[in-house]
């Protein structure tokens, strides 16, 4: 069964950081495609960043330049580094994935089948 559970979130001040991270289990890691959602209240949810089998690498372009995805396939975890906070990027934040590679569309939500419950990100 897979599952994974974020930690990370937070209050912080606009300007600040945080690092997400997401760990997974249940299924073999290096062969997924991984990402960061995040959904705000009232909100459409985002495809905010999302890291391929192959380490290729997208990102939204309302946080592109200021957050990092990345992944450590020796521990099984995912991590989202968030530097120059703003108000707007308050929401909740979910760890997603799914078998194989993405190859496109790595921000769309129908992508990926499988999610984790969310950490929520709060920026005052």
């Known amino acids: 069964q897979v599952q994974l559970v974020e930690s990370g979130g937070g209050l912080v001040q606009p300007g600040g950081s945080l690092r997400l991270s997401c760990a997974a289990s249940?299924?073999?890691?290096?062969?997924?495609?991984m990402g960061w959602f995040r959904q705000a209240p009232g909100k459409k949810r985002e495809g905010v960043a999302a890291?391929?089998?192959?380490?290729?690498?997208a990102y939204a372009g309302s946080v592109r330049g200021r957050f990092t995805v990345s992944k450590d396939n020796a521990n099984g975890t995912l991590y989202l580094q968030m530097n120059s906070l703003r108000p707007e990027d308050t929401a909740m934040y979910y760890c997603?994935?799914?078998?194989?590679?993405?190859?496109?569309?790595?921000?769309?939500?129908?992508?990926?089948?499988?999610w984790g419950q969310g950490t929520q990100v709060t920026v005052s």
């Open positions: 997603v994935a799914r078998a194989g590679y993405c190859l496109s569309s790595r921000l769309s939500a129908q992508k990926y089948n499988f």
């Open positions: 249940g299924y073999t890691y290096s062969s997924y495609c």
């Open positions: 890291i391929d089998r192959d380490g290729y690498k």
